[in-house]
T-cell receptor, first 117, second 113 residues
Framework: DTAVSQTPKYLVTQMGNDKSIKCEQN?????MYWYKQDSKKFLKIMFS???????INETVPNRFSPKSPDKAHLNLHINSLELGDSAVYFC????????????????FGPGTRLTVL | AQSVTQLGSHVSVSEGALVLLRCNYS??????LFWYVQYPNQGLQLLLK??????LVKGINGFEAEFKKSETSFHLTKPSAHMSDAAEYFC???????????FGQGTRLTINP
């Protein structure tokens, strides 16, 4: 059983297009995240949602809009794609309740490789 | 603000040799520390985490890490490298109450036959 899943795995698109990436977790967690991994493998958080509420927005351009229909899903919509958006996007989840560090341990999805041409 | 520094973007060892990947953290409060591994074209897998219950933490695949507060370090080791250990390794820090992980820049581990 896949704990954190993402679709699609690969996404190739033209500049200016709008695209979405979907994420689902079946771990029963209440917090979900989006991270961006650049071409040098550096990982940086973009957003964090807790029970469908936005908790973290790390100075990400407005073209990126996360949406959480329920606590098991967190989607990422990107408008007007630019060349610099090419990266691997990872979804992750964790449980906010309970004791540390278990409550803060994050589990990652397989990633979505976005290529903007 | 908390941060982590991984010394060495690329480490190469022979099969059977000791693996040592270095991680130093900076945090004004007791940190929670993690090591993740990323195999080629895959997601991040949790290797181990520091829970403050013990300074020596054992993880999966024979890896372990030792938390040294005096050195602000959390280095990852494995006594005998295997070809399947070739991957990218990330050290990460979180503090209680924070809702994010801050990652080091990663260390690519290569195993020579």
């Amino acid at each position: 059983d896949t704990a954190v899943s993402q679709t699609p795995k690969y996404l190739v698109t033209q500049m200016g297009n709008d695209k979405s990436i979907k994420c689902e977790q079946n771990l029963g967690h209440d917090t979900m995240y989006w991270y961006k991994q650049d071409s040098k493998k550096f990982l940086k958080i973009m957003f964090s949602y807790n029970n469908k509420e936005l908790i973290i927005n790390e100075t990400v351009p407005n073209r990126f809009s996360p949406k959480s229909p329920d606590k098991a899903h967190l989607n990422l919509h990107i408008n007007s794609l630019e060349l610099g958006d090419s990266a691997v996007y990872f979804c992750a989840s964790s449980q906010r309740r309970g004791t540390w560090p278990e409550r803060g341990t994050q589990y990652f999805g397989p990633g979505t490789r976005l290529t903007v041409l | 603000a908390q941060s982590v520094t991984q010394l060495g973007s690329h480490v190469s060892v022979s099969e059977g040799a000791l693996v040592l990947l270095r991680c130093n953290y900076s945090s004004s409060v007791p940190p929670y520390l993690f090591w993740y591994v990323q195999y080629p074209n895959q997601g991040l897998q949790l290797l181990l985490k520091y829970t403050s219950a013990a300074t020596l933490v054992k993880g999966i695949n024979g890896f372990e890490a030792e938390f040294k507060k005096s050195e602000t370090s959390f280095h990852l080791t494995k006594p005998s490298a295997h070809m399947s250990d070739a991957a990218e390794y990330f050290c990460a820090v979180s503090i209680q109450g924070a809702q994010k992980l801050v990652f080091g820049q990663g260390t690519r581990l290569t195993i020579n036959p």
